[in-house]
């Protein structure tokens, strides 16, 4: 059965501080992995990486894919409070085409 | 990417009725998915929805509970049906742009069956 696990499930920092966000997964037949942040309802697509050791980034957010390790990571820097949400990761590929196999998300709450 | 927008935003259902969910996008997608989040839980994928064909459910998913209807490439709706209070979830709908994995996410349904 494919699944994907996060780590921490949660994690309570101050602002400015640097947060590291894991993914691990086991699914068949995978093709990328993508990172989601959601605040309320719908969540709002980050990432998405498909090639080992390269790296994407986006303003404070980047995130890395090691397909050897089955891992990847998401790192936030000078973190502030709009960044607390639920962070998810996902893994594309398994047995049905299209399919997204969701981690439980790691809540990520960001004091003054 | 797309803009997508999903009706009802939210509805309090009573046990033994039926919720039809629309999910409409603002250009023609060729790949839409349903996805339920239960309450302090993951997304977890229903079906993916193809035009001209019959949806494709995942495992624990049945059309007899969760009909899809894709009339078209822009529209789709998910009836959950006979609801249970363990119906209660956030119904999500996706549409694949730049490829089947990189989706993007309608605003959600939060259902409430009592």
């Known amino acids: 059965e494919d699944k994907v696990v996060q780590s921490p499930l949660s994690l309570v920092v101050h602002e400015g501080d640097t947060v590291t966000l894991n993914c691990s997964y086991e699914v068949t037949n995978f093709r990328s992995l993508l990172w989601y942040k959601q605040e309320k309802k719908a969540p709002t697509f980050l990432f998405m990486l498909?090639?080992?050791?390269i790296e994407k980034k986006s303003g404070r957010l980047s995130s890395i894919l090691d397909k050897k390790e089955l891992s990847s990571i998401l790192n936030i820097t000078a973190t502030q409070t709009g960044d607390s949400a639920i962070y998810l990761c996902a893994a594309g590929g398994g047995t049905s085409y299209g399919k997204l196999t969701f981690g439980q998300g790691t809540i990520l709450t960001v004091h003054p | 990417s797309a803009v997508i927008s999903q009706k009802p935003s939210r509805d309090i259902c009573q046990r033994g009725t039926s919720l039809t969910i629309q999910c409409q996008v603002d250009?023609?997608?060729?790949?839409m998915f349903w996805y339920r989040q239960q309450p302090g839980q993951s997304l977890t994928l229903i079906a993916t929805?193809?035009?001209?064909?019959?949806?494709?459910?995942e495992s624990g998913f049945v059309i007899d509970k969760f009909p899809i209807s894709r009339p078209n490439l822009t529209f789709s709706t998910l009836t959950v049906s006979n609801m249970s209070p363990e119906d209660s979830s956030i119904y999500l709908c996706?549409?694949?742009?730049?490829?089947?994995?990189?989706?993007?996410f309608g605003p959600g349904t939060r259902l409430t069956v009592t």
């Open positions: 996706s549409v694949g742009a730049g490829g089947r994995y990189e989706q993007y």
């Open positions: 498909t090639s080992s050791g």
């Open positions: 250009s023609q997608v060729t790949m």
């Open positions: 929805a193809n035009q001209g064909s019959e949806a494709t459910y």
